[in-house]
């Protein structure tokens, strides 16, 4: 069996154990809702019918999708150490990928679902007391270290200190 069938097969089972529409009774079944419709979505290219017939045609349009999603990861990549949203243009890339090829679709459902599950971890109300708590002390710390630098030098720049 092929990756297209097995990831059919899953979403028929996800489909199934998720309550029909209509009999949602609290907000919390509505993600596994939106991910069985997510899975739903058959793999493979979403180009124009009249582009896939002409096999020449589908290759070139192909070709022409991996070089403009090329050309914004690319740029995405160079944004990682330039001014610019690095990681959101990388993510637009392979989302132009993700309407050609299936690699690219399976990347950008595996992606996220991972961020699904950090943020779910996130929100764990012992994971979020951590992440306060952890907030807290660094700002005590960053505090304690400006007061010191203020009593020992008081409002002077650093390229002016005299000593």
Same mark, same amino acid.
């Given at each position: ?12 089972? &996800?489909? !199934? ?9 609290? =907000? ?6 939106? !991910? ?10 979403? !180009? ?20 403009? =999603?090329? &050309? ?9 150490? *330039?001014?610019?949203?690095?990681? #959101? ?11 050609? #090829? ?20 996130? *929100? ?9 708590? *952890? ?29």
């Amino acid at each position: 069996m092929n990756a297209q069938s097995d990831e059919r097969d899953e979403a028929v089972a &996800a489909a !199934a154990s998720a309550p029909a529409t209509g009999d949602v009774t609290t =907000g919390a079944a509505q993600p596994a809702q939106e !991910a069985a419709r997510d899975d739903e979505r058959e793999l493979g290219s979403r !180009a124009p019918h009249y582009i896939k017939r002409s096999r020449t045609l589908h290759i070139s349009w192909q070709v022409g999708v991996f070089v403009v =999603g090329l &050309a914004v990861v690319g740029a995405g990549v160079a944004m990682l150490v *330039l001014p610019g949203p690095g990681w #959101f243009v990388i993510f637009a890339g392979m989302a132009i990928w993700a309407t050609e #090829f299936v690699w690219a679709q399976l990347v950008l459902r595996w992606t996220k679902r991972k961020v699904t599950e950090a943020a779910q971890r996130a *929100l764990d109300p012992k994971v979020r007391r951590r992440n306060i708590i *952890l907030t807290t002390v660094g700002l005590v710390i960053v505090a304690v270290l400006v007061g010191i630098y203020l009593w020992k030098f008081g409002i002077v720049m650093p390229w002016k200190i005299d000593q």
